[in-house]
């Protein structure tokens, strides 16, 4: 896919300075999303997910908001702090859509500036 | 609690040898099971993914091949590697009944 050759954009942000990482999609039909964080040398974790009937879901120092109309999918990481510098993916997935799984977005490096 | 692991965390292999990479899962049964690769500052790319023991389905031609001998164990093999078969390989598994996958700790493979 698209996701797996390209060079993986960056965000740098000040620490304590709120991060908003952005993630389009492209299947109108994928009706659930997740938002992973990948530190470097590890696996991704998950950090929340969002079903098409929300729009915000918040979790502790994480939102993830999703506008359906333009399929586009954000992250917000409030007060940065150095344990945020990852690679965050986003991934979408069409529920009862079979078992190849998620489609996984290119990914955004988070830098954190002290 | 459910658990992933993966084995070896690190391997450095010779062009031509071959390859074997164990997944297993526990504290749950029936997973869906899958390989992703990963190149250096790249992003994830679904090799196979598993339904069922003996079940596999592929998802680009390659010089690998995977496995599924038990319910919660899952091995990507190759009979003789190349260089392009370097790269960050993560097992991930998932309940047949929800959408999140959780991931392994990832085998760093490097060939040379």
């Known amino acids: 896919g698209e996701s797996v050759g390209l060079h993986l954009p960056t965000l740098s942000v000040q620490e304590g300075d709120n991060s908003i990482i952005n993630c389009a999609y492209s299947?109108?039909?994928?009706?659930?999303f997740i938002w992973y964080k990948q530190e470097s040398g590890k696996g991704p974790q998950f950090i929340i997910d969002?079903?098409?009937?929300?729009d915000k879901r918040q979790g502790q120092r994480v939102t993830v908001l999703l506008n359906k109309t333009v399929k586009h999918l954000s992250l917000q990481i409030a007060a940065t702090q150095p344990g945020d510098s990852a690679v965050y993916f986003c991934?979408?997935?069409?529920?009862?859509?079979?078992?190849?799984?998620?489609?996984f977005g290119k990914g955004t490096h988070l830098i954190i500036q002290p | 609690s459910q658990t992933i692991h993966q084995w070896p965390a690190t391997l450095v292999q010779p062009v031509g040898s071959p390859l074997s990479l164990e997944c297993t899962v526990e504290?749950?049964?029936?997973?869906?099971l899958y390989w992703y690769r990963q190149a250096a500052g790249r992003g994830l790319q679904l090799l196979f993914y598993?339904?069922?023991?003996?079940?596999i389905s592929s998802e680009v031609p390659q010089n690998l091949s995977a496995s599924r001998p038990q319910d919660r164990q899952f091995i990507l093999s190759s009979k003789k590697l190349l260089l392009s078969d370097s790269g960050f390989y993560l097992c991930?598994?998932?309940?047949?009944?929800?959408?999140?996958?959780?991931f392994g700790p990832g085998t760093r493979l490097t060939v040379l």
């Open positions: 991930a598994w998932q309940s047949g009944r929800a959408n999140e996958q959780f």
């Open positions: 299947n109108s039909a994928s009706d659930y």
């Open positions: 969002i079903r098409s009937n929300m």
């Open positions: 991934a979408e997935n069409i529920s009862g859509g079979g078992a190849d799984g998620l489609t």
């Open positions: 504290g749950t049964s029936n997973p869906n």
């Open positions: 598993s339904v069922g023991i003996g079940q």
